[in-house]
Protein backbone atom coordinates (compact mmCIF):
# COMPACT_ATOMS: atom_id res chain seq x y z
CA UNK A 1 0.00 0.00 0.00
CA UNK A 2 1.56 3.58 -1.07
CA UNK A 3 0.45 4.92 2.46
CA UNK A 4 2.84 3.03 4.38
CA UNK A 5 6.13 5.08 2.20
CA UNK A 6 8.31 4.85 -0.28
CA UNK A 7 10.62 1.74 -0.90
CA UNK A 8 14.12 2.32 1.28
CA UNK A 9 12.38 5.15 3.41
CA UNK A 10 11.20 6.01 5.92
CA UNK A 11 8.37 8.55 5.92
CA UNK A 12 5.99 8.98 2.59
CA UNK A 13 5.77 12.88 1.57
CA UNK A 14 2.38 12.78 0.40
CA UNK A 15 0.78 10.79 3.21
CA UNK A 16 2.58 13.08 5.87
CA UNK A 17 0.90 15.83 4.21
CA UNK A 18 -2.52 14.37 3.98
CA UNK A 19 -2.25 13.79 7.49
CA UNK A 20 -2.56 17.15 8.34
CA UNK A 21 -5.55 17.69 5.75
CA UNK A 22 -9.09 17.91 7.33
CA UNK A 23 -10.48 14.80 7.18
CA UNK A 24 -14.06 15.95 4.49
CA UNK A 25 -11.02 17.01 2.65
CA UNK A 26 -8.78 13.65 3.04
CA UNK A 27 -7.75 12.38 -0.30
CA UNK A 28 -6.31 8.97 -1.44
CA UNK A 29 -2.55 9.66 -2.15
CA UNK A 30 -1.44 9.01 -5.67
CA UNK A 31 2.12 7.53 -6.65
CA UNK A 32 4.16 9.97 -8.53
CA UNK A 33 4.83 9.15 -12.19
CA UNK A 34 7.74 6.80 -13.01
CA UNK A 35 6.48 4.44 -9.87
CA UNK A 36 4.45 1.65 -10.53
CA UNK A 37 1.94 -0.60 -7.93
CA UNK A 38 3.47 -3.22 -6.33
CA UNK A 39 2.78 -7.00 -8.20
CA UNK A 40 -0.90 -8.49 -7.73
CA UNK A 41 -0.86 -10.48 -4.41
CA UNK A 42 -0.63 -14.10 -4.73
CA UNK A 43 -3.80 -16.09 -5.19
CA UNK A 44 -4.31 -19.16 -2.92
CA UNK A 45 -2.27 -21.70 -2.91
CA UNK A 46 -2.39 -24.74 -4.68
CA UNK A 47 -3.39 -27.36 -2.36
CA UNK A 48 -4.06 -29.98 -5.18
CA UNK A 49 -0.48 -29.43 -6.31
CA UNK A 50 1.13 -30.76 -3.42
CA UNK A 51 -1.49 -33.61 -3.04
CA UNK A 52 -0.96 -34.85 -6.97
CA UNK A 53 3.37 -34.80 -5.57
CA UNK A 54 2.42 -37.03 -3.30
CA UNK A 55 0.55 -39.45 -5.39
CA UNK A 56 3.23 -39.31 -7.76
CA UNK A 57 5.71 -39.98 -5.14
CA UNK A 58 3.48 -43.28 -3.68
CA UNK A 59 3.27 -44.16 -7.19
CA UNK A 60 6.76 -44.46 -7.85
CA UNK A 61 7.54 -45.76 -4.55
CA UNK A 62 5.32 -48.43 -5.37
CA UNK A 63 6.65 -49.37 -8.06
CA UNK A 64 9.97 -49.81 -6.95
CA UNK A 65 8.93 -51.88 -3.87
CA UNK A 66 6.11 -54.28 -5.46
CA UNK A 67 7.13 -54.02 -9.16
CA UNK A 68 10.37 -53.28 -10.33
CA UNK A 69 13.09 -54.54 -7.69
CA UNK A 70 13.89 -58.27 -7.79
CA UNK A 71 17.32 -57.83 -6.43
CA UNK A 72 15.11 -56.79 -3.34
CA UNK A 73 13.11 -59.86 -2.92
CA UNK A 74 15.02 -62.60 -4.65
CA UNK A 75 12.43 -63.11 -7.24
CA UNK A 76 9.80 -61.42 -9.36
CA UNK A 77 7.31 -58.90 -7.21
CA UNK A 78 4.78 -59.83 -9.56
CA UNK A 79 4.20 -62.89 -8.18
CA UNK A 80 4.63 -61.50 -4.85
CA UNK A 81 1.63 -59.35 -5.09
CA UNK A 82 -0.39 -60.66 -7.71
CA UNK A 83 -3.74 -58.53 -6.51
CA UNK A 84 -2.32 -55.05 -7.32
CA UNK A 85 0.87 -56.36 -9.43
CA UNK A 86 -0.95 -54.16 -13.01
CA UNK A 87 -1.43 -50.80 -10.86
CA UNK A 88 2.17 -51.10 -9.25
CA UNK A 89 3.71 -51.81 -12.29
CA UNK A 90 2.16 -48.51 -13.84
CA UNK A 91 3.92 -46.82 -10.90
CA UNK A 92 6.74 -46.50 -12.92
CA UNK A 93 4.61 -43.24 -14.72
CA UNK A 94 4.66 -41.37 -11.35
CA UNK A 95 7.72 -39.62 -12.88
CA UNK A 96 5.99 -38.45 -16.36
CA UNK A 97 3.16 -36.74 -13.33
CA UNK A 98 5.99 -35.08 -12.00
CA UNK A 99 7.10 -33.73 -15.04
CA UNK A 100 3.79 -32.63 -15.78
CA UNK A 101 3.81 -30.37 -12.89
CA UNK A 102 7.43 -29.45 -13.06
CA UNK A 103 6.25 -27.54 -16.55
CA UNK A 104 3.36 -26.17 -14.66
CA UNK A 105 5.28 -24.86 -11.53
CA UNK A 106 8.55 -24.10 -13.03
CA UNK A 107 6.79 -21.63 -15.79
CA UNK A 108 5.03 -20.26 -12.99
CA UNK A 109 7.93 -19.93 -10.81
CA UNK A 110 10.15 -17.90 -13.67
CA UNK A 111 7.20 -15.51 -14.48
CA UNK A 112 8.14 -12.02 -13.35
CA UNK A 113 11.31 -12.91 -12.37
CA UNK A 114 14.79 -12.44 -13.28
CA UNK A 115 17.17 -15.14 -14.05
CA UNK A 116 18.98 -14.95 -10.88
CA UNK A 117 15.72 -14.69 -8.70
CA UNK A 118 15.10 -18.16 -11.22
CA UNK A 119 18.50 -19.62 -10.01
CA UNK A 120 18.02 -18.81 -6.28
CA UNK A 121 14.66 -20.40 -6.33
CA UNK A 122 15.61 -23.38 -7.81
CA UNK A 123 19.27 -24.25 -6.77
CA UNK A 124 17.53 -23.09 -2.52
CA UNK A 125 14.67 -25.53 -3.35
CA UNK A 126 16.83 -28.95 -4.94
CA UNK A 127 20.34 -28.94 -3.23
CA UNK A 128 19.52 -28.91 0.46
CA UNK A 129 17.86 -32.33 0.78
CA UNK A 130 19.94 -34.00 -2.35
CA UNK A 131 23.31 -33.17 -0.52
CA UNK A 132 21.74 -35.19 2.58
CA UNK A 133 20.72 -37.89 0.60
CA UNK A 134 23.99 -38.26 -1.49
CA UNK A 135 25.84 -37.94 2.12
CA UNK A 136 23.78 -40.86 3.62
CA UNK A 137 24.35 -43.12 0.57
CA UNK A 138 27.81 -42.83 0.20
CA UNK A 139 27.95 -43.20 4.27
CA UNK A 140 25.95 -46.19 3.97
CA UNK A 141 27.58 -48.66 1.38
CA UNK A 142 31.08 -47.30 2.26
CA UNK A 143 30.60 -48.46 6.13
CA UNK A 144 27.67 -50.72 6.59
CA UNK A 145 27.13 -54.33 4.58
CA UNK A 146 24.19 -52.92 2.39
CA UNK A 147 24.72 -54.30 -1.10
CA UNK A 148 21.10 -53.23 -2.76
CA UNK A 149 21.52 -50.74 -5.31
CA UNK A 150 25.06 -50.37 -4.70
CA UNK A 151 26.58 -47.78 -7.35
CA UNK A 152 29.69 -49.01 -6.77
CA UNK A 153 31.27 -45.56 -7.29
CA UNK A 154 34.49 -43.71 -6.19
CA UNK A 155 34.64 -41.36 -3.39
CA UNK A 156 35.51 -38.77 -6.02
CA UNK A 157 32.41 -39.59 -8.00
CA UNK A 158 29.92 -39.12 -4.99
CA UNK A 159 31.82 -35.54 -5.02
CA UNK A 160 30.30 -34.83 -8.14
CA UNK A 161 27.28 -35.96 -7.95
CA UNK A 162 26.53 -33.70 -4.56
CA UNK A 163 26.92 -31.45 -7.94
CA UNK A 164 23.74 -33.00 -9.52
CA UNK A 165 25.77 -32.91 -12.98
CA UNK A 166 26.99 -36.17 -13.02
CA UNK A 167 25.36 -37.11 -15.87
CA UNK A 168 26.76 -34.41 -18.25
CA UNK A 169 30.16 -36.11 -17.39
CA UNK A 170 29.26 -39.71 -17.62
CA UNK A 171 29.22 -40.55 -14.30
CA UNK A 172 26.59 -42.84 -12.52
CA UNK A 173 24.18 -41.56 -10.52
CA UNK A 174 24.48 -42.25 -6.57
CA UNK A 175 20.82 -42.86 -5.96
CA UNK A 176 18.83 -44.81 -9.35
CA UNK A 177 16.16 -41.68 -8.84
CA UNK A 178 18.24 -39.30 -9.45
CA UNK A 179 18.26 -39.46 -13.31
CA UNK A 180 15.07 -37.25 -12.90
CA UNK A 181 16.99 -34.62 -11.27
CA UNK A 182 19.55 -34.26 -14.77
CA UNK A 183 16.33 -33.88 -16.65
CA UNK A 184 15.16 -31.40 -14.70
CA UNK A 185 18.36 -29.59 -14.22
CA UNK A 186 18.77 -29.18 -18.44
CA UNK A 187 14.96 -28.21 -18.19
CA UNK A 188 15.77 -25.25 -15.50
CA UNK A 189 18.29 -24.23 -18.48
CA UNK A 190 15.79 -23.91 -21.23
CA UNK A 191 13.48 -21.94 -19.32
CA UNK A 192 16.23 -19.71 -18.17
CA UNK A 193 17.37 -18.91 -21.52
CA UNK A 194 13.77 -18.82 -22.43
CA UNK A 195 12.93 -16.22 -20.29
CA UNK A 196 16.43 -13.80 -21.37
CA UNK A 197 14.04 -13.03 -24.24
CA UNK A 198 10.73 -11.91 -21.77
CA UNK A 199 7.95 -14.13 -21.15
CA UNK A 200 4.67 -13.79 -22.16
CA UNK A 201 1.77 -15.59 -23.12
CA UNK A 202 1.95 -15.34 -27.20
CA UNK A 203 5.71 -15.91 -26.65
CA UNK A 204 5.02 -18.81 -24.45
CA UNK A 205 3.03 -20.48 -27.42
CA UNK A 206 5.45 -19.82 -29.67
CA UNK A 207 8.45 -21.44 -27.59
CA UNK A 208 6.53 -24.13 -26.61
CA UNK A 209 5.62 -24.83 -30.91
CA UNK A 210 9.13 -24.48 -31.66
CA UNK A 211 10.01 -27.44 -29.18
CA UNK A 212 6.93 -30.08 -29.66
CA UNK A 213 8.96 -29.75 -33.33
CA UNK A 214 12.08 -30.32 -32.19
CA UNK A 215 11.14 -33.31 -30.19
CA UNK A 216 9.54 -34.81 -33.83
CA UNK A 217 12.65 -33.96 -34.95
CA UNK A 218 14.54 -35.56 -32.08
CA UNK A 219 12.95 -38.64 -32.74
CA UNK A 220 12.95 -38.93 -36.55
CA UNK A 221 16.70 -38.55 -36.68
CA UNK A 222 17.54 -40.06 -33.59
CA UNK A 223 21.11 -36.95 -33.05
CA UNK A 224 22.36 -37.34 -29.89
CA UNK A 225 22.35 -33.50 -29.78
CA UNK A 226 19.29 -33.27 -30.34
CA UNK A 227 18.33 -35.93 -27.76
CA UNK A 228 20.12 -33.82 -25.13
CA UNK A 229 19.26 -29.99 -26.05
CA UNK A 230 15.66 -30.99 -26.36
CA UNK A 231 14.97 -33.67 -23.85
CA UNK A 232 12.49 -35.60 -26.57
CA UNK A 233 11.47 -38.04 -23.60
CA UNK A 234 10.53 -35.55 -21.13
CA UNK A 235 9.74 -32.83 -23.40
CA UNK A 236 5.82 -33.79 -24.01
CA UNK A 237 5.26 -33.89 -20.01
CA UNK A 238 7.10 -30.32 -19.63
CA UNK A 239 5.58 -28.91 -22.89
CA UNK A 240 1.91 -30.48 -21.09
CA UNK A 241 2.76 -28.75 -17.57
CA UNK A 242 3.36 -25.27 -19.44
CA UNK A 243 0.20 -25.52 -21.21
CA UNK A 244 -1.91 -26.02 -18.50
CA UNK A 245 -0.41 -23.07 -16.74
CA UNK A 246 -1.35 -20.69 -19.35
CA UNK A 247 -4.82 -22.20 -19.22
CA UNK A 248 -5.18 -22.20 -15.19
CA UNK A 249 -3.64 -18.88 -15.02
CA UNK A 250 -4.64 -16.37 -18.63
CA UNK A 251 -7.74 -19.06 -19.86
CA UNK A 252 -5.51 -19.47 -23.42
CA UNK A 253 -7.60 -21.40 -25.67
CA UNK A 254 -4.45 -22.05 -27.97
CA UNK A 255 -2.96 -24.03 -25.33
CA UNK A 256 -5.36 -26.32 -25.59
CA UNK A 257 -3.83 -27.66 -28.99
CA UNK A 258 -0.32 -27.65 -27.19
CA UNK A 259 -2.03 -29.54 -24.54
CA UNK A 260 -3.21 -31.97 -27.72
CA UNK A 261 -0.19 -32.01 -29.24
CA UNK A 262 1.94 -32.78 -25.61
CA UNK A 263 -0.72 -35.76 -25.08
CA UNK A 264 0.02 -37.72 -28.23
CA UNK A 265 3.97 -37.31 -27.88
CA UNK A 266 3.68 -38.31 -24.19
CA UNK A 267 1.54 -41.49 -25.51
CA UNK A 268 4.34 -41.99 -27.87
CA UNK A 269 7.67 -41.76 -25.39
CA UNK A 270 5.27 -43.49 -22.49
CA UNK A 271 4.42 -46.91 -24.60
CA UNK A 272 7.91 -47.20 -25.79
CA UNK A 273 9.24 -46.64 -22.05
CA UNK A 274 7.27 -49.41 -20.58
CA UNK A 275 7.34 -51.53 -23.73
CA UNK A 276 11.23 -51.52 -23.28
CA UNK A 277 10.54 -52.99 -19.39
CA UNK A 278 8.07 -55.73 -21.05
CA UNK A 279 10.77 -56.92 -23.64
CA UNK A 280 13.17 -57.18 -20.88
CA UNK A 281 11.62 -59.40 -18.29
CA UNK A 282 8.13 -60.67 -20.03
CA UNK A 283 4.47 -59.48 -19.29
CA UNK A 284 4.00 -62.08 -16.69
CA UNK A 285 6.60 -60.77 -15.08
CA UNK A 286 5.79 -56.64 -15.71
CA UNK A 287 1.85 -56.77 -16.38
CA UNK A 288 1.52 -53.84 -18.09
CA UNK A 289 0.07 -54.13 -21.41
CA UNK A 290 0.01 -50.76 -24.27
CA UNK A 291 -3.84 -50.42 -23.40
CA UNK A 292 -3.22 -49.94 -19.20
CA UNK A 293 -0.11 -47.02 -20.20
CA UNK A 294 -2.43 -44.94 -22.39
CA UNK A 295 -5.41 -45.29 -19.26
CA UNK A 296 -2.79 -43.90 -17.07
CA UNK A 297 -1.56 -41.13 -19.21
CA UNK A 298 -4.66 -40.47 -19.76
CA UNK A 299 -5.56 -40.30 -16.30
CA UNK A 300 -2.22 -38.00 -15.75
CA UNK A 301 -3.29 -35.53 -18.51
CA UNK A 302 -7.06 -35.52 -17.06
CA UNK A 303 -5.61 -34.83 -13.37
CA UNK A 304 -3.68 -32.09 -14.86
CA UNK A 305 -6.48 -30.89 -16.52
CA UNK A 306 -8.55 -30.90 -13.89
CA UNK A 307 -5.71 -28.21 -12.05
CA UNK A 308 -5.74 -25.93 -14.36
CA UNK A 309 -9.95 -25.60 -14.48
CA UNK A 310 -9.88 -25.43 -10.97
CA UNK A 311 -11.56 -28.73 -10.87
CA UNK A 312 -9.87 -29.93 -7.82
CA UNK A 313 -10.16 -26.36 -5.48
CA UNK A 314 -11.84 -28.48 -3.01
CA UNK A 315 -8.56 -30.33 -1.62
CA UNK A 316 -8.07 -27.71 1.01
CA UNK A 317 -7.07 -29.96 3.52
CA UNK A 318 -3.67 -27.75 5.21
CA UNK A 319 -1.86 -30.89 6.09
CA UNK A 320 -1.79 -32.04 2.30
CA UNK A 321 1.05 -29.27 2.07
CA UNK A 322 3.14 -30.87 4.69
CA UNK A 323 2.18 -34.10 2.50
CA UNK A 324 3.54 -32.53 -0.66
CA UNK A 325 6.65 -30.90 1.15
CA UNK A 326 8.07 -34.47 2.23
CA UNK A 327 7.45 -35.45 -1.01
CA UNK A 328 10.71 -34.63 -2.27
CA UNK A 329 13.23 -36.23 0.40
CA UNK A 330 10.56 -39.28 0.00
CA UNK A 331 11.14 -39.72 -3.61
CA UNK A 332 15.27 -39.18 -3.04
CA UNK A 333 15.45 -41.80 0.38
CA UNK A 334 12.55 -44.16 -0.45
CA UNK A 335 14.83 -46.72 -2.30
CA UNK A 336 17.54 -46.08 0.04
CA UNK A 337 15.02 -47.29 2.79
CA UNK A 338 13.74 -50.45 1.04
CA UNK A 339 17.99 -51.46 0.38
CA UNK A 340 17.85 -51.67 4.20
CA UNK A 341 14.97 -53.79 5.48
CA UNK A 342 13.25 -55.77 2.63
CA UNK A 343 16.54 -57.74 1.86
CA UNK A 344 17.27 -58.12 5.74
CA UNK A 345 13.83 -58.61 6.59
CA UNK A 346 12.43 -60.88 3.59
CA UNK A 347 12.67 -64.25 5.14
CA UNK A 348 11.19 -63.03 8.26
CA UNK A 349 8.38 -61.28 7.40
CA UNK A 350 5.10 -61.02 5.32
CA UNK A 351 5.99 -59.51 2.40
CA UNK A 352 2.68 -57.10 2.69
CA UNK A 353 3.39 -56.60 6.02
CA UNK A 354 6.70 -55.69 5.09
CA UNK A 355 6.33 -53.08 2.48
CA UNK A 356 4.05 -51.70 4.40
CA UNK A 357 6.38 -51.12 6.95
CA UNK A 358 9.16 -50.13 4.11
CA UNK A 359 6.69 -47.35 3.57
CA UNK A 360 5.84 -45.83 6.65
CA UNK A 361 9.61 -45.04 8.07
CA UNK A 362 10.06 -43.90 4.25
CA UNK A 363 7.30 -41.39 5.15
CA UNK A 364 8.49 -40.49 8.22
CA UNK A 365 11.95 -40.38 7.48
CA UNK A 366 10.96 -38.24 4.91
CA UNK A 367 9.25 -36.17 7.30
CA UNK A 368 12.13 -35.56 9.57
CA UNK A 369 14.21 -34.91 6.15
CA UNK A 370 11.86 -32.34 5.56
CA UNK A 371 11.66 -30.74 9.04
CA UNK A 372 15.11 -31.04 10.23
CA UNK A 373 17.28 -30.38 6.48
CA UNK A 374 14.87 -29.69 4.20
CA UNK A 375 13.30 -26.93 5.35
CA UNK A 376 15.56 -25.04 7.70
CA UNK A 377 18.63 -25.31 4.90
CA UNK A 378 16.36 -23.82 2.19
CA UNK A 379 16.03 -20.51 4.25
CA UNK A 380 19.67 -20.79 5.08
CA UNK A 381 20.99 -21.46 1.23
CA UNK A 382 18.67 -19.00 -0.33
CA UNK A 383 19.19 -16.37 2.49
CA UNK A 384 23.39 -16.19 1.18
CA UNK A 385 22.19 -16.95 -2.52
CA UNK A 386 20.23 -13.87 -2.13
CA UNK A 387 22.51 -11.83 -0.96
CA UNK A 388 25.27 -12.71 -3.06
CA UNK A 389 23.30 -11.30 -5.60
CA UNK A 390 22.01 -8.25 -3.74
CA UNK A 391 18.26 -9.36 -3.35
CA UNK A 392 18.53 -8.32 0.24
CA UNK A 393 17.29 -5.21 0.05
CA UNK A 394 13.46 -4.34 -0.26
CA UNK A 395 12.42 -4.28 -4.27
CA UNK A 396 10.36 -1.92 -6.22
CA UNK A 397 6.94 -3.24 -7.74
CA UNK A 398 6.76 -4.21 -11.35
CA UNK A 399 4.69 -3.04 -14.02
CA UNK A 400 1.93 -5.51 -15.52
CA UNK A 401 2.70 -8.17 -17.68
CA UNK A 402 1.54 -6.93 -21.28
CA UNK A 403 -0.73 -10.04 -21.92
CA UNK A 404 -2.95 -9.70 -18.65
CA UNK A 405 -3.93 -6.08 -17.90
CA UNK A 406 -6.11 -7.26 -14.68
CA UNK A 407 -2.93 -9.61 -13.90
CA UNK A 408 -4.66 -12.71 -12.02
CA UNK A 409 -3.12 -13.78 -9.38
CA UNK A 410 0.06 -15.80 -9.31
CA UNK A 411 -0.60 -18.83 -6.96
CA UNK A 412 1.21 -19.11 -3.83
CA UNK A 413 3.62 -22.27 -4.81
CA UNK A 414 5.83 -20.50 -7.38
CA UNK A 415 8.91 -21.01 -5.16
CA UNK A 416 8.39 -25.16 -4.80
CA UNK A 417 10.53 -27.59 -7.10
CA UNK A 418 7.82 -30.28 -8.79
CA UNK A 419 9.97 -32.84 -8.98
CA UNK A 420 9.33 -34.03 -7.16
Same mark, same amino acid.
Given at each position: ????????? *??????????????? $?????????????????????????????????????????????????????????????????? *????????????? +??????????????? =?????????????? #????????????????????????????????????????????????????????????? +?????? $???????????? #??????????????????????????????????????????? #????????????????????????????????????????? =?????????????? *????????????????????????????? =?????????????????????????????????????????????????????????????????????????????? #????
Amino acid at each position: MWNRGFPGT *GTDPITSKVRDLPRR $TRVTPVPPRGLTAPQTARGPRLVELDTLRFVAAFAVMSFHFMAASKSLWGEFPASLFPAVSRVTAL *GILGVELFFLISG +FVILMSVWGRTIGEF =AVSRVSRLYPAYWF #AVIVIFIMYRFSGVTAFDPKLTTGEYAVNLTMLQGAFGIGHAGGVFWSLWAELRFYVIVAV +FSLFGI $TVRRCLVFMSVW #AVLVGAAEVTQSPVLDFVVLPKQAPYFIGGMAFYLIHRFRSWP #AWILVAVSYGLALHTALRRVAERVASIGIAHYPAPPRAVIV =AITLIFALMAAVAL *GWLRWLRWRPLVTVGALTYPLYLLHQTVS =AVLIPSYRDEIDPWLLVGVTMTVSIALAYLVYRLVDRPGQRWLRARLEALLGRSRPRRGRRPGPDSPDRPPVPAQSHE #ASVP
